[in-house]
């Protein structure tokens, strides 16, 4: 049980270094289908990934349509906090960014500020404040129901489901043209990770930097034997902090992460074998990562015009 739960951290860390994020486990499926690289061309120039910042820029617009698609059926809305720049490094498998470290530990910060929105955010106030069937139909009218569903098979094994309508729906569906195939393009690009990341764990390359890594740190006084195991022991070396003091101390020992990160060049080999391995999974993949990117491409142009 011990080795299957730190199988699925590492699967979950390094999931967030190039991909999105996912603990889906299972199959590759979809074997035969054309190459990546021939789809594209057939398109065109290369496509390529989006900029954190470039996300930061749909996401915005996408809250904007929300706002407006609200008030077309009759509701407040106030657009939710969109990660900003600097909370989408949190996750990565190991921290090497010595300011950011230094700035805000493992992420403290931003979850703070997350559980603070989730509680005291207008949206709520507002909606708990509506009679219950307003409520309800506030629900229906951001997030839909399962009435009319879209359903996606993801590639390590059974299938995700959304609403079809609701202004979160609409939103993208302005933003990305097809919803539809937008989510099942995202669902299956984003769920690849654990067809890969076990064979990330076993190369060679990595393991002989983790234990380079694990040598750095032990000779600055935080024997470590792994960025995994500072994950798993995160809460225990916090117990008993204030807020302050957890910060403080998470920022201490991730900015000694990220020094001996840079020293060994883990971050740079992890996401460099991250990206090695994604792409040869992307191979049986090619259209859904075609249509992936051609349409974020779309609605980054379409939140700009906005």
């Given at each position: 049980m011990r080795r299957k739960k730190k199988m699925l951290l590492s699967v979950a860390l390094l999931s967030c270094l190039t991909a999105g994020?996912?603990?889906?486990?299972?199959?590759?499926?979809?074997?035969?289908?054309?190459?990546?690289?021939?789809?594209?061309?057939?398109?065109?120039a290369p496509l390529r990934e989006l900029t954190s910042a470039e996300e930061v820029e749909i996401d915005r617009a996408e809250q904007d349509l929300v706002l407006q698609c609200m008030q077309r059926q009759g509701f407040r809305?106030?657009?939710?906090?969109?990660?900003?720049?600097?909370?989408?490094?949190?996750?990565?498998?190991?921290?090497?960014?010595?300011?950011?470290?230094?700035?805000?530990?493992y992420g403290r910060p931003f979850d703070t500020a997350a559980m603070k929105s989730h509680r005291d955010h207008p949206n709520i106030t507002y909606r708990n404040a509506l009679a219950k069937k307003e409520r309800v139909r506030y629900?229906?009218?951001?997030?839909?129901?399962?009435?009319?569903?879209?359903?996606?098979?993801?590639?390590?094994?059974?299938?995700?489901?959304?609403?079809?309508?609701?202004?979160?729906?609409?939103?993208?569906?302005e933003l990305y043209g097809?919803?539809?195939?937008?989510?099942?393009?995202?669902?299956?690009?984003?769920?690849?990770?654990?067809?890969?990341?076990?064979?990330?764990?076993?190369?060679?390359?990595?393991?002989?930097?983790?234990?380079?890594?694990?040598?750095?740190?032990?000779?600055?006084?935080?024997?470590?034997?792994?960025?995994?195991?500072?994950?798993?022991?995160?809460?225990?070396?916090?117990?008993?902090?204030?807020?302050?003091?957890?910060?403080?101390s998470e920022s201490a020992l991730a900015v000694t992460e990220a020094k001996c990160a840079q020293r060994t060049s883990l971050g740079k080999t992890a996401r460099a074998l991250e990206m090695e391995y994604r792409n040869k999974t992307a191979r049986d993949y090619a259209a859904e990562f075609t249509a992936y990117r051609q349409m974020r491409m779309s609605a980054l142009a379409r939140a700009r015009s906005l």
């Open positions: 994020c996912s603990t889906d486990t299972g199959s590759p499926a979809g074997a035969g289908r054309p190459h990546q690289k021939d789809a594209a061309s057939a398109r065109g809305y106030w657009p939710v906090p969109v990660a900003s720049v600097a909370e989408r490094k949190v996750g990565a498998y190991v921290v090497d960014d010595i300011g950011w470290a230094r700035q805000y530990g629900s229906r009218a951001l997030d839909g129901n399962f009435t009319g569903t879209i359903t996606a098979e993801v590639p390590s094994g059974g299938s995700v489901r959304t609403p079809r309508d609701g202004c979160y729906a609409q939103a993208r569906e097809d919803y539809p195939t937008w989510f099942r393009a995202k669902k299956t690009v984003t769920s690849l990770t654990p067809l890969y990341v076990p064979r990330i764990l076993r190369d060679k390359r990595l393991t002989s930097t983790v234990a380079a890594w694990s040598r750095c740190m032990k000779a600055a006084g935080r024997p470590f034997q792994s960025p995994d195991a500072i994950r798993r022991e995160r809460g225990n070396l916090i117990r008993g902090m204030s807020e302050s003091q957890a910060l403080r």
